[in-house]
């Protein structure tokens, strides 16, 4: 009898334990996933930074592309004057 009481309060300890042990590990758990008002005004920085970076890139994607519409033009043209003028050439002889 007195055995079985000591089992009793083994599993109680044990298990009280076990309990504790598990909502500390979950309460440090969900410290680390909310967020402070340190860390949103982080992500309030990067964005911003975020939204420079792109700016920049349309940007310099818009000059690419001005600068890819004027050389294609200047190929057309030269492609243009070397087929008139082969057609020229063959219409003399």
Request: proline share 0%; net charge positive.
């Amino acid at each position: 009898m007195f055995q079985s009481l000591d089992t009793t309060n083994f599993w109680q300890t044990n298990l009280t334990s076990f309990m504790e042990e598990k909502v500390k590990k979950e309460m440090d758990n969900r410290s680390l996933i909310f967020a402070t008002k340190d860390d949103i005004a982080n992500l309030k920085a990067d964005i911003a930074n975020v939204k420079t970076d792109v700016a920049n890139v349309k940007a310099e994607v818009a000059n690419v592309k001005a600068d890819i519409i004027k050389w294609m033009f200047v190929f057309w043209i030269g492609q243009f004057a070397a087929t008139f003028g082969f057609i020229l050439l063959f219409l003399k002889k």
